[in-house]
């Protein structure tokens, strides 16, 4: 019964590719939740998403950031045109559903280093 | 919007010593909190919960939180530690009828043996 997985674990970029980073969600799990902590910080909330569909993305930045969670295959959170403000540990979280009641599970992180 | 803080950045400590993580928040209204931990290589794991009733809340692998509603906060605690307790910890929390964690900027825990 494997739990949410991420990868790649570690990614290096250089300053203006691309990342994709990849998240399968725990079985029978539809609701995928990105965080992302950067250096010193807390983990942020970025985007909700359900199959097919973003609920919340009031977290993810303007530009350059997009996230996407297809019928078939992992949820992928894709940065283009990466900067070294990027750089952090990037978490995904899958649910059964949208309460928190049972707590998230998380992945392990995909740490991002943009040099 | 909700912000957590959890009291200690780094905490070192020996084997068998007591432990007490502080986190507080600030949120009016109802919140449900959490403890999460990172031992290191490996993902988020919850340590344990608090939606309502007793606010002295057991967790896995010995540790336990207290939720002080008067002090809004949720205090970590694990009466003596093993060299295996060495992780990140994050406290977090979120308003009860929404999704979306705030977590604070974690604490990193080393148990020397």
């Known amino acids: 019964n494997a739990g949410v997985m991420q990868n790649p674990r570690h990614l290096v970029r250089r300053r203006g590719q691309e990342a994709r980073l990849r998240c399968s969600p725990m079985k029978g799990h539809s609701h995928v939740y990105w965080y992302r902590q950067l250096p010193e910080e807390g983990l942020k909330f970025m985007v909700y998403l359900q199959k097919e569909n973003i609920i919340d993305e009031s977290g993810m930045p303007k530009e350059r950031f997009s996230a996407e969670f297809p019928k078939e295959g992992p949820s992928i959170l894709r940065i283009q045109q990466v900067v070294r403000g990027d750089s952090a540990a990037y978490f995904c979280?899958?649910?059964?559903?949208?309460?928190?009641?049972?707590?998230?599970?998380f992945g392990s992180g995909t740490r991002l280093t943009v040099v | 919007a909700q912000s957590v803080s959890q009291h200690n950045h780094h905490v070192i400590l020996s084997e068998a010593a007591s432990l007490e993580l502080g986190c507080n928040y600030s949120y009016g209204g109802t919140v449900n909190l959490f403890w999460y931990v990172q031992y290191p290589g490996q993902h988020l794991q919850l340590l344990l919960k608090?939606?309502?009733?007793?606010?002295l809340v057991k967790g896995i692998k010995g540790f336990e939180a207290e939720f002080i509603k008067s002090k809004f906060s949720f205090n970590l605690r694990k009466p003596s530690v093993q060299w295996s307790d060495t992780a990140e910890y994050f406290c977090?929390?979120?308003?009860?009828?929404?999704?979306?964690?705030?977590f604070g900027a974690g604490t990193t825990v080393t148990v020397r043996a």
């Open positions: 979280a899958s649910s059964h559903d949208s309460k928190t009641n049972y707590g998230y599970t």
């Open positions: 608090y939606f309502s009733g007793d606010p």
């Open positions: 977090a929390v979120n308003p009860a009828d929404d999704y979306k964690l705030s």
